[in-house]
């Protein structure tokens, strides 16, 4: 059964940087992608970063050149550096991975943003 495990998350102010992880175990396969996603209150989840098996990476405008994805394939782990933090950036913010083409999901970290 794929687990992941996610961490990082925090209250910080505006300008500030956070890095979340997320360790996926439990899976017989390779992981093709993994990602994240957020979702703030009132609104629906929407991506934030994604990256595959080989190292491409994709990201929402509003992040490009503030966030980077990165991965470590020995350890089954996706990481999100999040530099230069904007108020707008607080939500629940979830690990994302696809085995198999089957998606899994973690339990959430909250990132909160003070101006």
């Known amino acids: 059964q794929v687990q992941l495990v996610e961490s990082g998350g925090g209250l910080v102010q505006a300008g500030e940087s956070l890095r979340l992880s997320c360790a996926a175990s439990?899976?017989?396969?390779?992981?093709?992608?993994m990602g994240w996603y957020r979702q703030a209150p009132g609104k629906q989840r929407e991506l934030v970063a994604t990256i595959t098996l080989g190292g491409d990476t994709d990201y929402a405008p509003s992040v490009k050149g503030r966030f980077t994805i990165s991965r470590d394939n020995a350890k089954n782990t996706v990481y999100l550096q999040m530099n230069n933090l904007k108020p707008e950036d607080t939500a629940v913010y979830y690990c994302?991975?696809?085995?198999?083409?089957?998606?899994?999901w973690g339990q959430g970290t909250q990132v909160t943003v003070s101006s």
């Open positions: 994302n991975v696809e085995i198999s083409f089957r998606p899994y």
């Open positions: 439990g899976s017989r396969w390779s992981i093709q992608l």
